[in-house]
């Protein structure tokens, strides 16, 4: 269980750097927010090209992906119904509630996880394609949809080619199949700049915590506690069911598959809310509290699956 620590304290360190950079004002005031545009528009590109690119496509095609799907939808579902139903909010609010519920970190917590617990990092390609190339397109289309003018046939059809991240995961995706071999001249600083892409996500996010009162009363409490508890615990009892009896996975991919969906909330909904301008507070305390309650849930299913 060493990969599970391991994997929270690199994060964890990295946060509480960008924290102490934020508090301190060494950065400016506006310091967060470039962050966020850089890596939304720069680094974090280059890091889903690079991946998507490395990746072998019988691994990233495996029994795993409807079952990531499933869970991430049924999960988003019954967020809406709950916030339709108890805490009434405007839709690109609801948009973010329900993807900080849903939309695991995968990258730079499930790769270290997945070896550790797991044996290797292949259920983590599985869960990247279904968020990068499914999952990230529908939720950004929504935040346009919810945060822009009333949108006309052609701004849907052109939504993908808009945005620099789908961009990114498709042309990966595509290189992987085809076996296109990149030469150094432009490889080499794609790996560079997608290295950099987890430090910005992370400190970013950290810069914002100086002042924030989590679970603040009168605030997003109801929403955060929602994203919290489906995402730590009604998420990966979804995975459970749906991998062994609606399609059928064997138990060692079961397990996978459930310590996947344990992870926290990824950073990557706190930049898509930061670019939008909205729900950053749900995705800020939701990533808390998920980091937190992710280790016990980890290390829950490990015991009772492993």
């Known amino acids: 269980m060493g990969g599970v620590f391991a994997g929270f304290a690199l994060v964890g360190t990295v946060i509480l750097v960008g924290y102490l950079a934020g508090r301190s004002g060494i950065a400016g005031p506006h310091a967060g927010p470039v962050l966020s545009r850089i890596a939304f528009f720069i680094t974090n590109p280059a890091l889903l090209f690079t991946i998507l690119t490395t990746s072998e496509l019988h691994a990233i095609f495996s029994a795993l992906v409807p079952v990531a799907f499933a869970a991430a939808v049924l999960t988003c579902l019954i967020y809406w119904g709950l916030s339709a139903l108890w805490f009434p909010r405007k839709g690109a609010e609801t948009v973010v509630g329900a993807m ?103 400190m970013a996010f950290g810069m914002s915590l100086p002042g924030s009162k989590p679970l603040q009363s009168g605030g997003t409490r109801t929403e955060v506690l929602v994203a919290t508890g489906l995402k730590a615990v009604v998420m990966p009892a979804l995975t459970y069911l749906l991998a062994r009896y609606a399609f059928g996975v064997d138990a060692g991919q079961t397990f996978a598959a459930v310590i996947m969906s344990a992870l926290p909330t990824a950073q990557n909904v706190f930049l898509f809310s930061s670019r939008y301008t909205r729900g950053a507070a749900v995705a800020r305390d939701t990533i808390l509290l998920t980091s937190v309650a992710a280790i016990p849930a980890v290390l829950l299913a490990a015991l009772l699956l492993g």
Do not use: C
């Open 100 to 202: 900080a519920g849903s939309y695991v970190n995968a990258n730079h917590i499930g790769i270290p996880v997945a070896i550790y617990a797991i044996g290797n990092a292949t259920p983590v390609a599985p869960v990247l394609l279904v968020q990068l190339l499914m999952l990230s397109p529908l939720f950004l289309l929504l935040l346009d949809l919810t945060t822009g003018q009333k949108p006309t046939l052609k701004s849907l059809i052109s939504q993908p080619v808009r945005n620099p991240m789908i961009i990114a995961s498709f042309l990966g995706a595509v290189t992987a199949w085809t076996g296109l071999e990149l030469p150094p001249l432009i490889w080499d600083p794609l790996k560079v700049l997608g290295g950099a892409a987890v430090p910005l996500v992370l």
